[in-house]
């Protein structure tokens, strides 16, 4: 990993692609396993066996938007965006 161009953020040496820069976090006492974050973001969002949210990684800059809209759709304000 490169941090080598100022104001991009860090990009993979490997593939010079840009590397996430935030994640989603679960705030599991006040989450209610509803699940509606995950059917909002299924590429980063999947619910374990008792419906809570498992997240899968961190958030690529093409997520961002809809991972935004999920967290405002979070009834419950148990979903977070952010930064790594
Ligand atoms: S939308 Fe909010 S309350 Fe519902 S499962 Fe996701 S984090 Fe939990």
């Known amino acids: 990993m490169r941090d ?3 104001g991009e953020g860090r ?3 490997a593939t010079g692609a840009p590397e996430p820069t935030h994640a989603l976090r679960v705030d599991w ?3 209610r396993a509803r699940g509606l974050c995950a059917e909002l ?3 980063r969002i999947v619910l374990d066996e008792w419906g809570y949210p498992l ?3 961190p958030v690529p800059e093409d ?3 809809l991972a935004r ?6 009834p419950r304000r148990a979903l977070h965006l952010v930064r790594r």
């Open 69 to 74: 809209e999920a967290v405002t759709a979070c």
């Open 29 to 31: 006492p006040d989450c």
């Open 11 to 13: 990009v993979s040496a």
């Open 41 to 43: 973001l299924p590429e």
């Open 4 to 6: 080598d161009v100022p």
């Open 55 to 57: 997240v899968l990684g």
């Open 63 to 65: 997520e961002l938007t």
